[in-house]
């Protein structure tokens, strides 16, 4: 079945140091997104591409970094300038009527 | 700003009753308005889209409204479930292209 697989599903971080969080998609969509969701709190968008190669950023994309190299990967970094970086990590694309979430990785600084 | 709003209260519904959640919407308007299920720890599934120019949409148990002389979706589930219990999304975006923007989400319980 066709689908977004994000790995791992928890993750833990130490003070000061960089994670990336994978994004696998089988769906052959163009367009991919990662969201942030804190407890009580809304999606915010944190990253998208439109396209291989190509990517933008999002409402809260300060201390996060990605990467396009292939149409079906997007990781996420979250760096060492993330301050607050302990929140649930959703992927998605989109083509057609509605987003394709992946399952989400709940990371958390230690 | 743009803003979409949904009942931040969780909503408690008798099982086989039907369950109406509330989307609103201001300084915006939306071409496209959709609705999304999430369970704990889980991503959120996509459930309906309703266009602008469209007064319902229908899918099995579900209904979706827009009104956009209110500014609000309503979504229903008739003969409500315990499994129906999650918390529901509604989401909109101006064109298939454009960012979309989430609620917070209501939180629907569904006794038994």
């Known amino acids: 079945d066709g689908g977004i697989t994000q790995s791992p599903k928890y993750l833990f971080r130490k003070e000061g140091q960089n994670v990336t969080l994978s994004c696998e998609q089988n769906?052959?969509?163009?367009?991919m997104y990662w969201y942030r969701q804190d407890p009580g709190q809304g999606l915010r968008l944190i990253y998208y591409?439109?396209?291989?190669?190509?990517?933008q950023k999002g409402d809260i994309a300060e201390g996060y970094s990605v990467s396009r190299e292939k149409k079906e990967s997007f990781p996420l970094t979250v760096t060492s300038a993330q301050k607050n970086p302990t929140a649930f990590y959703l992927c998605?694309?989109?083509?057609?009527?509605?987003?394709?979430f992946g399952s989400g990785t709940r990371l958390t600084v230690v | 700003s743009q803003k979409i709003e949904q009942n931040s209260e969780a909503l408690n519904i008798q099982e086989g009753k039907t369950a109406t959640l509330t989307c609103n919407y201001t300084?915006?308007?939306?071409?496209?308005l959709q609705w999304y299920r999430q369970d704990p720890g889980r991503g959120p599934v996509f459930l309906l889209l309703?266009?602008?120019?469209?007064k319902e949409k229908r899918k099995e148990r579900l209904k979706v409204t827009f009104d956009t002389t209110l500014k609000q979706s309503l979504f229903h589930i008739t003969a409500s479930q315990p499994a129906d219990s999650a918390t529901y999304l509604c989401?909109?975006?101006?064109?298939?292209?454009?960012?979309?923007?989430f609620g917070k989400g209501t939180r629907l319980h569904i006794l038994p």
């Open positions: 591409s439109q396209i291989v190669n190509d990517f």
């Open positions: 300084n915006y308007s939306p071409a496209y």
């Open positions: 769906l052959n969509h163009d367009a």
């Open positions: 989401a909109t975006t101006r064109n298939r292209d454009d960012k979309i923007i």
């Open positions: 998605a694309s989109f083509r057609g009527n509605g987003y394709t």
């Open positions: 309703i266009r602008e120019n469209e």
